[in-house]
Nanobody
Framework: QVQLVESGGGLVQAGGSLRLSCAAS????????MGWFRQAPGKERESVAA????????YYASSVKGRFTISRVNAKNTVYLQMNSLTPEDTAVYYC?????????????????WGQGTQVTVSS
């Protein structure tokens, strides 16, 4: 079992930045890849970014590439999502997820464990 707790969401003006954190417990953190997803009202949950166990491989959705950065500190059992140049289209509940093993996983069906989500609201 893996427990995931997100934090760092909030209200920010367009053009601003936020850093989300996801603290993991229950399994050796460095043994699995992690991902960030988001879900806006009335929309499907979509992949935002993913990272493998070491941080050596990452993936970004085209809509966030160049603005968001995923990273992890295995010694702190934490994965981060730095979000810059935010727009109202980034407004959503953001979820972190833990994959089944050490690889890079893009699709939500590949993930075993999910956090409860944190709300990000970007005002225009």
């Amino acid at each position: 079992q893996v427990q995931l707790v997100e934090s760092g969401g909030g209200l920010v003006q367009a053009g601003g930045s936020l850093r989300l954190s996801c603290a993991a417990s229950g399994r050796t953190f460095s043994s699995y890849g992690m991902g960030w997803f988001r879900q806006a009202p009335g929309k499907e949950r979509e992949s935002v970014a993913a990272i493998n166990w070491s941080g050596g491989s990452t993936y970004y959705a085209s809509s966030v590439k160049g603005r968001f950065t995923i990273s992890r500190v295995n010694a702190k059992n934490t994965v981060y999502l730095q979000m810059n140049s935010l727009t109202p289209e980034d407004t959503a509940v953001y979820y972190c997820a833990a994959g089944p093993s050490s690889g890079l996983y893009v699709f939500k069906s590949q993930y075993d464990y999910w956090g409860q989500g944190t709300q990000v609201t970007v005002s225009s």
